[in-house]
């Protein structure tokens, strides 16, 4: 590993710093080398692509600029306490960890192993994720885990394992992209969130593709597209309906796929045959020949991919709109050959391989699920207990919080998240993790739940942190460490073991590296859907990513699934009818408009890291809400002027941005602040039935100058 910073002699510096490392950011994880040199007075970094198969050499204004909250002054170098009066006291890593015992052992003697609850996210590398899993079920014996990319891939991830057998991002590799005569962009805007994947699309652009944009605003996404559909916002399992009762009226189905490779087409049939186009255009807002043109290009293209996002997938309906639009690739044939398939675009950097061993409530290393007797038992010998041992399934990540809120979860250990600004809701978010009796918080720099922690422990960060991650075609690479970790700061991985250790479970967690932890997740992965098993770091330095399922260390695959068969027992993929159905919470007279959220360029997540990196807060300083300028001028509303918003749940404030382009009973306002900016104040709890899945996307809020929401008060 190399240096934290050069070396000097004689006041001159030694040859440049170089570190090579990986985006820690989207899904994509490009590579890249950073070079620092010293001028005499200060480091000076250079940042560069390197070439690997997703990113192809690629960067984006992210990944330039991801160095500088790696580098922060504001990390957290050393375990702290916090005080009666919020502020923080260094301790010694043993104080940490012999409070932390004694205050997990005092609440849990109290009150039973699952009154403390772990917390995960989807930023963590493969180890840390797999042993997290292992932490809560063996160390802490807890049932509740889950971690925050259930708010990101859950409805995928259901809708795929229901419909194909198999929950992988992508069915295909990137470079299947360009093979596309049509492609559908479902509630995903790629050009802000994953841009190093544009020139794929552009690319396809160029041989003749046919881009279809599906999106309540106009972003730099849809100005890409051939036509853009402006669904109303938490329309887009009726807005396929229309697309799939298209393609069954003008015959664009492919009967002999539909007959050899799927179940289930009679009832879609039936249901499909029963909607009115008409019907479906007014709820989607949408016209009718919009949406027969959209469907003619799909079903007619020889070849055609589909990709969703959070767009699709935020909604309390969010399983079943996915299922909805796998319906459509099903029932077209254009899955399993190249250019054909479907993907969901990962937001989170190892949002794939986070929730594939063990960081969901219900599941076990390698997509086995904690219910299953076989799946508890084969993953109980891999840990050397006995199956008993293992506790059943908790519950999602939102409905951890509400067991936070009722008190019947009193202990919260949280590792690389923030849910006070990720989760809906987040007014009761924070009420409720203020009656927590300990939290234990694990970060690199102070979030706003950092805050709250009791103990706080200093994590190191992705250019310290040596570990596989998994990309959104589900291609694994390994990011190895570029630099020592500063001050007292130890990896996920090493304090997960330290305080296995102190609660008297070190035997099971007594790993000496990364390396270590990954090849017991290779061997509790063996078999699994998400079977690691043939993947090694030796064999991920040497082809620089290796596809999953990877049964064996001599067997590779292309990266495209189900060439000749779905991963059902029977080999079938299974089509379902879905209803068209408004969302839980619509406009009204009181609250007006539709509320979205999502992401810009410049941030990511809730904005821990880009905001500590000068270079990117620079571009977006606040958050801001975006206005059709019509419905400006209904509100009394001017372009700049701060204004309140406010739901059934809560209010924030932000600086308006008018745009043309965005849906006139649409409110879109970014994620990625706290405190008095933070969108998800206003957001609606409910949960999808199926994947548990927040409905982000919508909800009903109303709109007002700042100034006259102070007069009222008067």
């Excluded at 802000?192 to 544009?198: A, G, I």
């Excluded at 009115?276 to 989607?284: H, K, N, S």
């Amino acid at each position: 590993m190399k240096p934290i910073g050069p070396v000097l002699e004689a006041g001159r510096s030694t040859s440049p710093l170089v570190m090579d490392t990986q985006c820690p950011f989207c899904s994509v994880q490009c590579k890249m080398r950073i070079t620092g040199e010293f001028d005499g007075k200060r480091m000076n970094y250079t940042v560069e692509g390197q070439p690997n198969a997703a990113s192809e050499g690629r960067l984006c204004v992210k990944g330039m600029n991801a160095y500088q909250h790696a580098l922060s002054s504001e990390r957290i170098l050393h375990p702290m306490r916090r005080l009666p009066d919020g502020t923080f006291e260094r301790i010694t890593w043993k104080e940490a960890y012999q409070e932390i015992a004694r205050r997990f052992y005092e609440i849990q003697r109290g009150f039973g192993s699952d009154a403390v609850g772990v917390y995960g996210g989807g930023s963590l590398t493969n180890e840390s994720a797999y042993l997290l899993g292992k932490f809560a079920r063996v160390a802490l014996r807890t049932k509740y885990i889950d971690y925050n990319g259930r708010f990101c891939m859950s409805a995928a991830a259901s809708a795929g394992n229901k419909a194909l057998g198999m929950d992988r991002g992508l069915t295909n590799p990137l470079s299947d992209i360009p093979l596309a005569k049509c492609i559908i962009l479902a509630g995903t805007n790629i050009a802000e969130c994953q841009p190093t994947l544009m020139p794929y699309f552009t690319r396809a652009k160029e041989q003749g593709a046919f881009i279809i944009a599906i999106d309540p605003r106009e972003t730099a996404t849809t100005q890409m597209a051939d036509l853009h559909l402006q669904v109303k916002p938490g329309m887009d399992a009726a807005l396929a309906n229309g697309l799939l009762k298209v393609i069954l009226d003008e015959g664009l189905t492919d009967p002999a796929f539909v007959e050899g490779r799927t179940r289930g087409f009679t009832e879609l049939a039936a249901h499909l045959e029963a909607m009115d186009l008409g019907v479906i255009a007014e709820m989607t807002g949408v016209p009718a020949e919009l949406i027969r043109r959209a469907a003619s290009a799909y079903g007619r293209a020889s070849t055609g991919m589909v990709f969703t996002a959070r767009g699709v997938e935020q909604q309390t309906d969010g399983y079943m709109a996915v299922r909805n639009f796998l319906n459509l690739v099903l029932v077209t044939g254009k899955i399993g050959r190249p250019g054909c398939g479907y993907g969901a675009v990962t937001g989170q950097g190892n949002g794939q391989g986070g929730r594939e061993h063990g960081q969901k409530a219900d599941q076990l290393p390698g997509y086995r699920l904690i219910e299953n007797e076989a799946d508890r038992a084969y993953v109980a010998g891999v840990w050397g207990i006995d199956p008993s041992e293992l506790p059943g399934k908790g519950v999602s990540a939102y409905e951890m919080m509400e067991k936070v809120h009722d008190r019947e979860i009193r202990a919260l250990f949280l590792m690389g998240s923030n849910p006070i600004v990720s989760n809906p809701n987040a007014v009761f978010v924070e009420e409720g993790l203020k009656k927590l009796d300990f939290l234990v918080v694990a970060d690199m720099l102070m979030s706003e739940t950092a805050k709250m922690a009791d103990i706080l422990l200093p994590a190191s960060a992705y250019l310290e942190n040596e570990g596989t991650l998994t990309n959104l075609e589900g291609r694994v690479l390994l990011r190895e460490a570029a630099r020592e970790v500063p001050g007292e700061v130890q990896h996920d991985w090493q304090i997960l073991c330290g305080v296995a250790s102190v609660l008297g479970r070190g035997r099971y967690f007594g790993f000496r590296s990364a390396e270590e932890i990954f090849d017991e997740l290779r061997h509790a992965s063996r078999g699994g859907a998400a079977d690691y098993y043939g993947i090694t770091y030796d064999r991920l330095r040497r082809e620089g990513g290796v596809y999953w399922p990877c049964p064996s260390p001599d067997e590779a695959n292309s990266g495209r699934l189900f060439e000749e068969t779905f991963a059902h027992g029977d080999g079938l993929a299974e089509l379902l009818p879905v209803d068209s159905r408004f969302p839980v919470e619509t406009a009204c007279s009181e609250y007006p408009l539709y509320l979205t959220t999502g992401r810009v360029l410049s941030h990511y997540l809730t904005g821990v890291q880009t905001r500590r990196s000068p270079s990117l807060a620079a571009r977006e300083i606040e958050t801001f809400a975006e206005l059709h300028p019509r419905t400006a001028r209904r509100f009394k509303i001017g372009e700049g002027a701060l204004i309140v918003l406010e739901t059934r749940r809560g209010t924030m404030t932000a600086r308006t941005r008018l745009h043309t382009g965005i849906r006139e009973d649409t409110v879109f306002v970014p994620m990625h602040w706290g405190d008095g900016q933070n969108v998800n104040r206003l957001t609606h709890p409910a949960l999808d039935p199926v994947c548990r899945m927040p409905g982000f996307k919508v909800c009903a809020v109303r709109v007002e100058p700042l100034v006259t929401a102070r007069a009222d008060d008067l």
